[in-house]
């Protein structure tokens, strides 16, 4: 043989092993030669963290410089945080049923945490269920769906509620008014349930999963009781306590609804007169920093587990919460203080560590956002618009503005600049955010924005279906009271009604 010949015969069956491997992709279709699909990525896991009454207090969102949350901060550094995140209602059982049914209370009926949503939202509608046919495995623990009207057959696994361990003793003296309860407790971490929700999802991310899962975790503070380990309260001394920016006559130029609501059953009163305001912010700041040491260690366990480069996070306050701005305490109101909530995102290969996304978005995307990130078809009924886009490029442009409805009728339009809120009476407010973050200045009546009113009630929601039929199964403690308040102190809110004026 010729030696020449004999030295090129390995690179000969080389490149003629290489090109049957080649072959071997082809696939013959209909006298075409095709290539074979590429192998499907993997689809990512889901960790979907939900806090119960957490306002905009949270250290990424500058809105409190009093607030310890370095967890929450952490992760805001590390995903896409969004500034201007509305909730769907300013309640939790409506906030919550909007974001898992995809559609918006006018289309439900559902305005308040009385209103039992599964009759009107079947099962099938559902992101759970959705997420589930899709494919994945459900898990959650905590509050997810509101109390009183859960639906935990849509999961695959669900913790049933726990206590925590021994109960921490309040130290005396706890104080309430009305549905503001706090105090602080002799016990430690475990004695309240977020604890043990914590460690559920600890749990889960050191298990291996046969299919992409989603993690639902659901915690209870800070809402009412502000009652936790009196560290937490440590961490907040009462002499450096800064009160709200708050004005006396901030009242003035609101109508007579918007005052119904800010009043309630009197609770601001209430605390002025016991001389307990800075006491009250101090123990929602507590609830605050006991929540986010709770957050830190899901965090920490999704980092050191096998999903940490594969699973999206997503974090979000299910509403906002007054501490006396517009002498209002809670939820309820159309206002930044219990529409705004904290949103964080952070999605592997899709959005840029400390990537902050200004565009008002409300939580009606949230459906439709996982399910495309998750490959999974987004059904038809979805009424909100996946924020896909802005978590690719925040500066993306955007032009659908954030909307809230509290009670039948009642909305807020809210943009990056302006907060446009109409009452079933037709009443208005209007606020410039962008030069008074506080809303002290109602501007619905003045003749030159009467086009900028228009431009934004060009969005008010069309369907206002009738409240439905209330139910004591989701009543919470402390939660439901504005509604009853308000009758009970009618006149004296027809009165502050007509000195507004």
């Known amino acids: ?268 009163e209430m605390i002025l007169k016991a001389g307990k305001w800075k006491e009250a912010i101090q123990a929602y700041l507590a609830t605050i920093s006991y929540v986010d040491v709770q957050i830190g260690r899901v965090l920490d366990a999704l980092e050191k587990s096998a999903y940490r480069a594969n699973t999206i996070v997503v974090l979000m306050g299910d509403n906002g919460w007054h501490l006396g701005e517009k002498n209002h305490w809670g939820k309820t109101t159309l206002w930044e203080e219990s529409a705004r909530v904290p949103l964080i995102w952070k999605v592997p290969g899709l959005t840029k560590p400390g990537s902050v996304c200004a565009r008002a978005v409300d939580f009606m995307s949230i459906y439709p956002t996982l399910t495309e990130l998750c490959s999974v078809p987004t059904p038809k009924h979805v009424q909100g618009i996946s924020i896909r886009p802005l978590l690719e490029n925040p500066q993306a442009r955007w032009a659908h503005p954030a909307i809230t409805t509290s009670q039948e009728g009642q909305h807020a339009v809210r943009t990056e600049k302006w907060r446009y809120i109409r009452y079933r009476d037709g009443s208005e407010e209007l606020y410039d955010d962008e030069n008074d973050r506080y809303e002290f200045t109602n501007l619905a009546g003045k003749p030159e924005f009467a086009a900028k009113k228009r431009e934004l009630a060009a969005f008010l929601p069309t369907e206002n279906k009738p409240t439905l039929a209330m139910s004591a199964g989701g009543a919470e403690e402390g939660e439901g009271g504005e509604d009853r308040a308000a009758k009970a102190a009618a006149k004296k809110m027809r009165k502050a009604g007509k000195a507004a004026k």
């Open 1 to 268: 043989m010729n030696l020449k010949i004999f030295r090129l015969l390995p690179v000969f069956l080389a490149k003629s092993l290489l090109r049957t491997a080649a072959l071997a992709l082809m696939v013959p279709c209909g006298g075409f030669t095709v290539r074979a699909a590429a192998p499907r990525p993997k689809r990512p896991n889901v960790l979907f963290i939900m806090v119960d009454d957490l306002n905009h207090w949270v250290g990424y969102l500058g809105r409190n410089k009093q607030t310890i949350t370095p967890n929450m901060d952490r992760l805001s550094a590390a995903g896409l945080s969004f500034t201007r995140a509305n909730c769907a209602a300013p309640v939790c059982n409506p906030s919550r049923t909007a974001l898992f049914s995809g559609l918006r209370p006018g289309s439900t009926g559902v305005y308040g945490n009385a209103n039992d949503w599964r009759p009107v939202v079947p099962e099938d509608k559902t992101m759970i269920t959705t997420l589930r046919r899709g494919g994945y495995e459900m898990l959650g623990a905590g509050k997810l769906y509101h109390m009183g009207f859960d639906r935990r057959e849509e999961y695959d696994d669900y913790m049933v509620e726990a206590p925590g361990g021994e109960r921490g003793r309040p130290i005396p003296p706890l104080l309430r008014f009305n549905q503001v309860v706090f105090g602080p407790t002799d016990g430690g971490d475990d004695s309240l349930p977020d604890w043990n929700t914590a460690n559920y999802g600890i749990e889960q991310l050191g298990q291996p999963h046969a299919k992409p899962f989603f993690l639902g975790i659901g915690f209870h503070k800070p809402h009412p009781p502000f009652v936790v380990p009196k560290k937490y309260f440590d961490l907040h001394p009462l002499e450096r306590i800064q009160l709200v920016p708050y004005r006396e006559d901030d009242l003035a130029d609101v109508p007579p609804e918007g005052v119904r609501k800010a009043i309630g059953q009197g609770t601001h």
